[in-house]
């Protein structure tokens, strides 16, 4: 158990906290130096998701955006973009994110929105198995149920609660230890 202090408050990370962000430090998924600057307990918004996944997608899974398919939203300035490593361009162009069923460029991104359960497992899982898993009633069903399956995502009883940066790292980790190298 690592505890810091963080704004004056004891946090406390445990093992697998500690690993996760290790890990996710380590292929690239987060560029913040310590665990604290991680902000492992704090709710994730949809521009560091896109940041996040688009460099696990690239890092880790070795896809490759379609820098052709044009990715532009109203609600995501270029300067956004950029602070978060092109991460939401990116991943608009990997067919994670921004993307309407019919395969368009969704109108909107809503870049401060906090990710939800449902949310994040779908982008997950599109990144893992494209998307075979699209056909779900709700949307993300088959996503979560693909993933809890693998090991992945242990608790899919809460699809609506906002999920938690730390637990996204946690996540990426066991995909790769669980789906990526053991196929």
Same mark, same amino acid.
């Given at each position: 158990?690592?505890?810091?202090?963080?704004?004056?408050?004891?946090?406390?990370?445990?093992?697998?906290?500690?690993?996760?962000?290790?890990?996710?430090?380590?292929? *690239?998924?987060?560029?913040?130096? $310590?665990?604290?600057?991680?902000?492992?307990? *704090?709710?994730?918004?949809?521009?560091?998701? +896109?940041?996040?996944?688009?460099?696990?997608?690239?890092?880790?899974?070795?896809?490759?955006?379609?820098?052709?398919?044009?990715?532009? !939203?109203?609600?995501?300035?270029?300067?956004?973009?950029?602070?978060?490593?092109?991460?939401? $361009?990116?991943?608009?162009?990997?067919?994670?994110?921004?993307?309407?069923?019919?395969?368009?460029?969704?109108?909107?991104?809503?870049?401060?929105?906090?990710?939800? =359960?449902?949310? !994040?497992?779908?982008?997950?899982? =599109? +990144?893992?198995?494209? &998307?075979?898993?699209?056909?779900? &009633?709700?949307?993300?069903?088959?996503?979560?149920?693909?993933?809890?399956? +693998?090991?992945?995502?242990?608790?899919?009883?809460?699809?609506?609660?906002?999920?938690?940066?730390?637990?996204?790292?946690?996540?990426?980790? =066991?995909?790769?230890?669980?789906?990526? &190298?053991?196929?």
């Amino acid at each position: 158990m690592l505890c810091v202090f963080s704004m004056g408050i004891l946090v406390a990370y445990d093992q697998e906290l500690i690993g996760a962000y290790s890990y996710a430090h380590t292929v *690239g998924i987060t560029t913040q130096s $310590t665990i604290d600057g991680a902000n492992m307990y *704090g709710s994730l918004t949809r521009v560091a998701m +896109a940041k996040m996944i688009a460099n696990y997608a690239i890092g880790v899974l070795d896809k490759t955006p379609n820098t052709g398919k044009v990715c532009i !939203f109203p609600d995501v300035s270029s300067a956004l973009d950029a602070e978060y490593g092109n991460g939401v $361009t990116k991943a608009c162009q990997l067919g994670l994110m921004g993307i309407n069923t019919d395969g368009t460029t969704a109108a909107s991104f809503n870049p401060n929105g906090l990710v939800t =359960r449902a949310q !994040f497992g779908t982008v997950l899982s =599109r +990144a893992i198995y494209g &998307n075979i898993h699209n056909d779900g &009633n709700p949307y993300y069903v088959n996503h979560l149920s693909a993933l809890n399956a +693998a090991g992945v995502m242990k608790n899919i009883s809460t699809p609506n609660a906002n999920e938690q940066r730390g637990l996204v790292m946690l996540m990426m980790q =066991r995909a790769d230890e669980t789906v990526i &190298n053991t196929g």
